[in-house]
C-alpha cells in the first residue's frame, strides 16, 4: 500500500481544507481521488488514521456522508518519504514524487539538503582515506564499462570519470597525449605499445 502518496493525493484535492478543521466527504468521492474500489479506499483510511495524519468519523446509515478532519499538513512528510527514496537509491521515484507534489518552500527545503550531501568528500574507511564523489542522477545507468556503452547517457558519464590514453585534437587533426605519454606500433598496425603516465609498465592492445 503506497501510504504516502495517498495521503499526499488526499492533501492535495482538499487543498482548501485547513488542518485540524472537518468536513464531510463521502467514500465514493475517495475512490474517485485514489482510483480504487471501496474496500481498498476504507483500507486506506484506516491506515491514515493509524499513522495520525487524519481523523475519520463514518456516516451511520445508507447515503449519510462521512467527516474528515486532515490532522498534519503534507510537506514534512513529502519531505521525510523523498529523503527516503534518495537514501534508498530510487532517485526517479524520490524526484517525480517531489515533482507532483511538492510546493516551493517545500522544493526548496529538499535542494538544500541535497545540496548538503553533494560534492567531493573524504572519508575514513578501514584505516584508510577514501574519496568520494556524489552528485543526483536521474536516468538508469547501465553500464560504466567505456568498451560496452551504447547510451549518450552512459558515454557522458563515463566522460566525466576516466581518461582515455590519447585525445584527438579536432583543430590541428592529430592525436595528443592523455593517459599515455607515448606510443608505438608494429610494422603492420596490428599491434600497439602505449606507455603510461603513472606507471612504468605499458599496456598491450591487439585487434
Known sequence: ML????????????NNHEVGKPFSVTVDKLTGIWYCT?????????????LGWIEWKAGRGRGHTSVLTLLTDSGEI?????????????????????????????????????????GFSTQAVSNKLQDTLRFPVYRSILTLDPGLIYYDFDAHMVGQLFNTLVEYDQESRTVTPCIAHSWESSIDAREWTFHLKKA???IMVGN
Open 3 to 14: 501510504t504516502v502518496p495517498h495521503f499526499l493525493e488526499l492533501r492535495r484535492y482538499f
Open 38 to 50: 471501496p474496500r481498498y479506499a476504507k483500507l486506506i483510511v484506516r491506515k491514515l488514521c493509524e
Open 78 to 118: 513529502l519531505l521525510q518519504e523523498v529523503k527516503l527514496r534518495m537514501e534508498q537509491g530510487n532517485v526517479k521515484e524520490a524526484m517525480e514524487l517531489m515533482n507532483r507534489f511538492g510546493v516551493a518552500a517545500v522544493k526548496e527545503q529538499f535542494m538544500d539538503w541535497l545540496s548538503e550531501g553533494m
Open 200 to 202: 612504468s609498465c605499458s
